[in-house]
């Protein structure tokens, strides 16, 4: 195979914000639009869980939860409930005009909708939050490695562009905090299923050095799939946040072996 040049990360503009209620989350201002990474810090929940716990589905509290959700759409200024779905690990994407009186299942959400609050739940899987500063548009999708096999968050953008009056040369994306390819072990198939979908770049997701597994580096996979969508070098922005390295401000189901909480990535639309 030839040699990979790895992609210069210049964007890191990303930072801890501490909210009066101690909620404290990772924010990129250059995104242009209220949004956030939520961390573990300035929650209710206990054990496994705590604190800042955002995810009913690995057996916590439900009250706490809500009250948790309650604290983190007051430090991000949006009036919740923020508009979720039910997570499949796919590639399908839901563009909402309004809050959804069903539930919605995909595995991202796109919306021009000002003062709708949208938002996924990863504790590995990479969030990636869109923004597009023309329409005002924006979206939020969960990408684990088979969402990133999906190509969900290229799926998201056009979305944006085909539906939201989006631009993929205005489009700006934060990669947020996700499990490294430090962490991310994985099998031979997973590495075949990422060459065998081929995206402009690919080959950077395959870590391969001494360690006798391949490792997978879902930032530059989704950093690649938003450049070969067309999206500028300059408004991608990646965290590089391992959640598997940092017990202290993430939750990690491969860490923590299934047991442990949610963090949500969230964005609103704001009116123009
Ligand atoms: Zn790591």
Known sequence: MDQVTPLVMMNEPFRLETAPNGVTWLACPPLGTPHGFSTRRGGESEGPFAALNLGVSAGDDEATVRRNRAAW????GMTGPIQGMHQIHGGDVQAVAQRAQETLYGDAIVSATPGLPIGIYTADCTPILLHDPGTGAVGAVHAGWRG??????????????????????????????????????????????????????????????????PHVDLFAANRDQLLAFGLRAENVFVSHACTSCDADHYFSWRRDQG???????????VAR
Not at 182 to 201: K, S, Y
Not at 259 to 269: K, N, S
């Open 148 to 213: 990133t096999v999906a190509r969900v968050v290229m799926n998201a953008a056009q979305r944006m562009v085909d539906e939201l009056g989006g631009d993929p040369a205005r489009l700006r994306a934060a990669i947020g905090p996700a499990i490294g390819p430090c962490c991310f072990e994985v099998g031979e198939e997973v590495a075949a299923a990422i060459a065998a979908q081929g995206w402009p770049g690919w080959e950077r997701a395959i870590v391969r050095d001494a360690r006798p597994k």
């Open 259 to 269: 047991r442990t909480g949610r963090m949500q990535a969230a964005i609103m639309a």
């Open 73 to 76: 759409a007051t430090a991000l």
